[in-house]
């Protein structure tokens, strides 16, 4: 990759498909599948143990699959997690303890934990920022980041609700994939 390609990609908050191979491994990536196509996401479990050892617990429980991102916003961010779809619901497993971070932004492909007001409320639900949100830093817990597929992300519909909500097809630790 040309170094002004490699820039474009960085600045663009998308990796190229080789430049996400080169910084992700299987065991802190997911394959998070939506309608339109595959987004790549590079667990961050330096910054956030215990948040990406929830998300990937309840991926490899299949809890995820079929789940609708149930609050939309433009130019601000989709949420999802939420097997109820009304945002209120989480999983069995209770709360995680946030894990904020000075070291990382909210950027566009930035997934963070979604929680109530305590901080320490976070569960399963989580969302994908569609720009910079530098009001979140320091007060909710970022795991992950996109590195490929952010176009599709780009696509969910958006609402709170949407009136036709966007759903995960199919969510996976990209470890447990067979080729």
């Known amino acids: 990759m040309h170094r002004r390609s490699l820039l474009a990609a960085a600045m663009a908050g998308m990796a190229s498909p080789a430049l996400a191979q080169a910084k992700t491994e299987p065991e802190n990536t997911l394959f998070l599948d939506l309608k339109d196509g595959r987004v790549v996401i590079q667990l ?20 995820y699959d079929g789940v ?10 989709a949420q999802t997690g939420d ?3 009304t945002g ?14 000075r070291n990382r ?15 320490n409320s976070a569960d399963s ?12 830093d320091g007060q909710y817990t970022i795991w992950g980041q996109v590195v ?11 609402g709170e609700p949407p009136r036709t909500p966007d759903r995960i097809v199919r969510m996976r630790v990209a470890a447990d994939v067979k080729s």
Do not use: Y
């Open 44 to 63: 961050l479990p330096d910054i956030a143990p215990l948040h990406v050892e929830r998300i990937k617990t309840l991926t490899r429980q299949g809890f």
């Open 68 to 77: 609708v991102f149930h609050r939309v916003i433009e130019g601000f961010m």
């Open 83 to 85: 097997p109820t779809g």
């Open 88 to 101: 209120r619901g989480g999983s069995k497993l209770g709360h995680v303890k946030a894990e904020f971070t």
């Open 105 to 119: 932004r909210f950027l566009r492909g930035t997934v963070g934990a979604a929680r109530a007001q305590d901080p």
């Open 125 to 136: 639900q989580f969302f994908i920022m569609f720009a910079p949100g530098p009001f979140l």
């Open 148 to 158: 490929e597929g952010m176009q599709f992300v780009d696509r969910i519909a958006r």
